[in-house]
Every structure is written in structure tokens, then in C-alpha cells.
């Protein structure tokens, strides 16, 4: 049988992050375990590469776990499409790859309810660790930067799109006008988000293509002899040791499904990592025996450890907002999937780094307060005592579109991104096999402050695309139309096409076991001596931005947090 000192379950984000970091000592040898497909055999990684195309790689892909939620009582009873990467680099192979760290005061609070060392100022070198900055363009005079809030060594990659859509621009110009919200433009991964800014991306700036885990930190320690990765290949339970230490339960290994169907074991020798995500890392507890009593028992499970919040906590941005037919010179990805020359012709700039394929689907964001007197009208008081830089809302517009009815036209998605949810969720098992996708239940729009937040926010992002600054280019509201006014119709319209922007976390969160916590602040999970969980699952409490730079800092922690118990 196999020993390594670690073995890494997940291949995706954070774990080859931890494995590479690990393996940068030569006398420790790990094994990562990922279920999905090979970056470069198995799929057409163009798909994978062109920025511009990442809209392709979500949903019904091969790349994909194509999981769907329970219908969403909140969301017109809609079982919505949930995408996660089912390949090396997991969903950095096939998100969208903004690189947004959000509010310091997210972290400041994880640190608050008792995670000693995981405040901003502790957090924000990590957060750097990672990073190679490369500034935007001479040409993107336009693009606010400080180069100083990235300046690390690490492998990955992290730029500016060479290519910023139209529409990013005329909504970011109207955001920072007197007749929209009077946002300032600025920096905004400095911890202090409240403003317009453009997204940086992971993005190579050499050839403008995706940088994901597997090509930045994998590829890096591909090379090591004490490093392995075997995709193909399913975790199916951890392994404990009849014998506990200190009362704790001992992991001692990980068994799992390879290529072939057969099960094979592979030995930790110190300890397990989890980094299976937010689906599936808390999966993998409950069939291992780790979780709530009464659902481990309902699915002939043996409770090794009672611990109830695994799998609960589930927490996302939902993204919803009206579109809008445009003018034609504004480009959209509506153009070119409609269009194979104008495909063909977008391909062959992009092979040069160039042209609108060049950059991700979406090119800025806006991250905002909701006024005060609105938040007292709906007795939101948690939000309003939110400290003054954590953003109630994010703010975004998306290159393309549809709508509902299917008309031909040319269509752009502005949206508004609910940042701190009320509205919680859980994910639970159907049975102990992994082969068999838990229930994701996120509960969208269950409380009534989301909802009301939601449709003040709808007709904010209303009043911006019918105001004086995009009026040269607005045709006219596509969806859900102008006669659609009342709140009521407003959340209607909202509950019929609102989606998340997948950014599935909290559950295996990190807080004290009384309160439904999972792991310590060491991310070692209750109950257990030797098992950790480092993804987006332990984020106790959602911040305030995309989840994807947030995992790269929890993961170059937990290498170190692990380092530190060798
Ligand atoms: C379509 C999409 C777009 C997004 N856009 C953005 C964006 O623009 N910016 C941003 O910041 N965030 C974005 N996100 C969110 C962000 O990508 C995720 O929050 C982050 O990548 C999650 O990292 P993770 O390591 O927790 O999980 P993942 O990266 O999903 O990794 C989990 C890995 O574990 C593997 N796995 C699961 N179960 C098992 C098992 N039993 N055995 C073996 N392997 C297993 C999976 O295949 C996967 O590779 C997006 C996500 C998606 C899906």
C-alpha cells in the first residue's frame, strides 16, 4: 500500500495550494486525490484557457460536477444549475476568475468570534503570498491600481484582462456619477472595497490565458518526486485508527475509487487535508462518520464523532438584475456564440493575447453601502451596524445575456450581488457513498431582509441603466420590462432568474464547536487529532467579495498552520 506524510483530498483550489507549499520540503511526501479529469488529456483545454470563453466551461460541461440545488421555495420552486470544477484545479479551472479579496472586516470578524490569527492584518500576507502582479496595459490608463497590494513571489498570475468590454466601462462611469450612486473609482483589493473598480484576474499576461491552481502552483511542483496528483480518482471515506489519541479520533489514511473502479488506500502518515470543497469536503466527514448524529444514522452510517454543524452554514452571493438590449458596438458574448466568423476572428487575436476573448466575461465590479434610512425602514440593523467598510452590495455587469423569451438582440446582464446573505442553507448526504451527490439547499431569498434588500437593489441597478450616462447605448429593458414596478413584481421577477455566482461556503465552518463550528482556528476538525479541512468550507461568515482569493489565502495558511505542527 501507499504512505505519504499528507494526503490531500481534492485536487481543486486550495488543495494543490497546500500540496505545493508542502512539498516545497523535499522530506515530505504528498498525495493528492482529485475525482475529476486531467487538465490536458481529457478535454479541450482551449476551453479551459481562453478567458473570453469562460462562460462555456460552467454548466452541463465534462469539467463540471453539474450539481442542481432542491427547489428553491424562494426562487419560482427553480432547482438551480450549481457548477463546480470536476478537473484538476477544480472550479479555478473553470470559474471566472476575478480576483477580488473584499472587505477587511469579514476577516476581522472571523478573527472576532474567536479565530485567533485569522484578522485581516494577519490574513493579508497571505493573501499577497500567492500573487505575481503584472499592471495593466499602457493603454489601460483608465484602470486604477496599486501594485503594492499584490506584491508577492508566488506562481499565480494576477492582471488585468487586455481586454475590458464597452459595457464595463459605461457602468463603471455611471456608478461614479452624481445620477447613479457617486462611487469613488479606485483600488479595491486593499481591504477597503467600497468603490468602482476593474477586476483583476487571474490571468497569464503573457498569452492571456486562465491561470488556475494546476498551472500556476501544480505545475509548479509537478516536478518534485515527493508530489503526486492522481485525478480519476474518488474519495470514498477516511480512515480512522481503532485506537484514539487524547480522546481524538486518529485518521490513517484515505480509501478511494480509482481510474479503474477499484478501491485502493492511501496512507497519511501524519495527516488527512480536506480540500473537496464546499459540497465536498463536509460529503466526506459525514460518510467517514463525522456529523450530525441523526443523519449519519438515517444513512446506516457509524457516528464516530456527533458533530452537528458539519454540512450546515451554507452560505453565496445570489446575483440576480434586469437586462437590457444594447447597441451593437457594444460587444457581448451573444455576438460572437451566434457568429462563427466573428469567433474565428476573436480566436485568432487571442492567439496573440489580444481582442475580446482576451479577457474574462466581466471586467469590473462595485462594492456599496445600502443608506442608512432604508436599512432602518426594513429593521435591518445587523446590516447597518456592519462596519463602515463591509459592503452591503456588489455591483457587476455582465458582457451577454438572454432573455426569457428567447428574442434575437443584443443583450448585457447588470446585477447586484447580495454580500453579507441572511439567508442560509445546508448540503446533506443521500446515502454513505460519495458516488451519490449530496442535497444542496441554499435556501435563497429565505429571509425577508435579502428580499427586500434584493428588490432595492434591482431598482437601483434600474435607475443606473435608464440614467443620462448609458442612455447613448441602452435600447431598452428586456427583462422583466418597464411595466414591472410594484415590489412585488420586482421580487417575482427577481425569485424567476435570480442565480448564485457559486461562491458555496461556510460548511465546515471555523468557530467554537457550541456554535455549530467544525474546525479550530488550526482548521483541524473537532473531535478528530489529525484531520483538516482548508477550503472555502470553513469560512465561518461570507466575505464580502468572490470567494476565489479568499481560498488561495485560507489554503497558504493551512500550509503553514501545518507546517508549524510537523
Ligand atoms: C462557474 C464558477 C464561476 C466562479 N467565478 C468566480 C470568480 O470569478 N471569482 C471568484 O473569486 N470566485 C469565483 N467562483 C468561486 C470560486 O471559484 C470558488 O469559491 C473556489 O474556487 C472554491 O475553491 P475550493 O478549493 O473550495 O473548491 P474547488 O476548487 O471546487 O475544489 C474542490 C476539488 O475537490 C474535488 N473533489 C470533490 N469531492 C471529492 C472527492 N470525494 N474525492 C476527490 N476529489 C474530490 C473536486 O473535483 C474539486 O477539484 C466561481 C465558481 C464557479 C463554479
Excluded at 5 to 29: F, K, P, Q
Excluded at 63 to 83: G, I, K, M, S
Excluded at 385 to 398: A, C, F, K, P
Excluded at 490 to 517: R, W
Aim: proline share 5%; aromatic share 10%.
Amino acid at each position: 500500500a501507499d504512505h505519504y506524510d499528507y494526503v490531500v483530498v481534492g485536487g481543486g483550489n486550495a488543495g494543490l495550494v497546500v500540496a505545493e507549499r508542502l512539498t516545497e520540503d523535499s522530506n515530505i511526501s504528498v498525495l493528492v486525490l482529485e475525482a475529476g479529469l486531467d487538465y490536458n488529456s481529457d478535454f479541450n483545454v482551449t476551453y479551459l484557457s481562453v478567458p473570453g470563453l469562460d462562460l462555456t466551461v460552467t454548466g452541463g460541461s465534462m469539467v463540471d460536477w453539474n450539481y442542481t440545488t432542491v427547489p428553491q421555495e424562494h426562487l419560482a420552486n427553480r432547482q438551480v444549475a450549481y457548477p463546480r470544477g470536476y478537473v484538476i484545479g477544480g472550479s479555478s479551472s473553470t470559474n471566472f476568475m476575478a480576483y477580488t479579496r473584499g472587505s477587511a472586516a469579514p476577516y476581522d470578524e472571523w478573527a472576532a468570534i474567536g479565530n485567533e490569527g485569522w484578522g485581516w492584518n494577519d490574513v493579508y500576507p497571505y493573501f499577497k503570498k500567492s500573487c505575481k502582479f503584472t499592471p495593466p496595459l499602457a493603454n489601460q490608463s483608465y484602470i486604477p491600481y496599486e501594485a503594492s497590494v499584490y506584491a508577492g513571489e508566488g506562481p499565480l498570475s494576477v492582471t488585468f484582462g487586455h481586454y475590458i468590454e464597452p459595457i464595463s466601462v459605461y457602468f463603471a462611469d455611471a456608478l461614479t456619477n452624481k445620477t447613479g450612486p457617486n462611487l469613488e473609482m479606485k483600488e479595491t483589493n486593499d481591504g477597503a472595497p467600497i468603490g468602482v473598480g476593474y477586476l483583476a484576474t487571474t490571468v497569464k499576461p503573457a498569452d492571456s490565458t486562465r491561470d488556475s491552481s494546476w498551472t500556476s502552483f501544480g505545475v509548479e511542483a509537478s516536478s518534485r518526486s515527493n508530489f503526486k496528483v492522481q485525478t480519476h480518482s474518488l474519495a470514498s471515506r477516511i480512515l480512522f485508527s481503532d485506537t484514539k489519541s487524547n480522546g481524538n479520533l486518529v485518521a490513517t489514511g484515505v480509501e478511494y475509487t480509482d481510474s479503474t473502479g477499484a478501491t485502493q488506500t492511501a496512507y497519511a502518515d501524519k495527516e488527512v487535508v480536506l480540500t473537496a470543497g464546499a459540497f465536498g469536503s463536509p460529503q466526506l466527514l459525514m460518510v467517514s462518520g463525522v456529523g450530525p448524529s441523526q443523519q449519519l444514522q438515517g444513512n446506516g452510517i457509524d457516528v464516530l464523532v456527533d458533530l452537528p454543524g458539519v454540512g450546515q452554514n451554507l452560505l453565496d452571493h445570489l446575483f440576480f438584475g434586469p437586462v437590457y438590449e444594447v447597441t451593437n458596438n457594444i460587444t457581448t458574448a451573444g455576438q460572437f456564440s451566434n457568429n462563427v466568423t466573428l469567433y474565428q476572428e476573436y480566436m485568432a487575436e487571442w492567439k496573440f493575447g489580444e481582442g475580446e476573448l482576451s479577457g474574462a466575461i466581466s471586467s469590473m465590479s462595485a462594492w456599496e453601502r445600502v443608506p442608512d434610512d432604508f436599512l432602518d425602514s426594513i429593521g435591518a440593523t445587523e446590516l447597518k451596524n456592519l462596519r463602515e467598510d463591509w459592503n452591503h452590495l456588489q455591483l457587476e455587469v455582465i458582457a451577454g445575456g438572454s432573455v426569457p423569451s428567447g428574442k434575437a438582440g443584443n443583450y448585457v446582464s447588470p446585477a447586484a450581488v447580495l454580500s453579507y446573505p441572511f439567508s442560509k442553507g445546508n448540503v446533506t448526504i443521500v446515502s454513505a457513498s460519495t458516488k451519490d451527490k449530496p442535497l444542496v439547499q441554499p435556501n435563497w431569498l429565505s429571509s425577508e431582509i435579502d428580499q427586500k434588500l434584493a428588490v432595492w437593489a434591482f431598482k437601483q441597478v434600474r435607475e443606473v441603466m435608464l440614467g443620462d450616462t448609458m442612455a447613448p447605448i441602452v435600447l431598452g429593458e428586456a427583462y422583466p420590462g418597464l411595466d414591472v414596478t410594484s415590489d412585488e413584481d420586482i421580487l417575482a421577477a427577481i425569485a424567476a432568474v435570480a442565480h448564485p455566482i457559486y461562491q458555496a461556503s461556510g460548511t465546515c465552518a471555523m468557530k467554537a464547536e457550541a456554535d455549530g463550528g467544525v474546525v479550530d482556528s488550526k482548521l483541524v476538525v473537532y473531535g478528530t487529532q489529525n484531520v483538516r479541512v482548508a477550503d472555502a468550507s470553513i469560512f465561518p461568515i461570507i466575505t464580502s467579495a468572490n470567494t476565489m482569493a479568499p481560498v488561495y489565502m485560507v489554503a497558504e495558511k493551512a500550509a503553514d498552520l501545518i507546517k508549524a505542527d510537523q
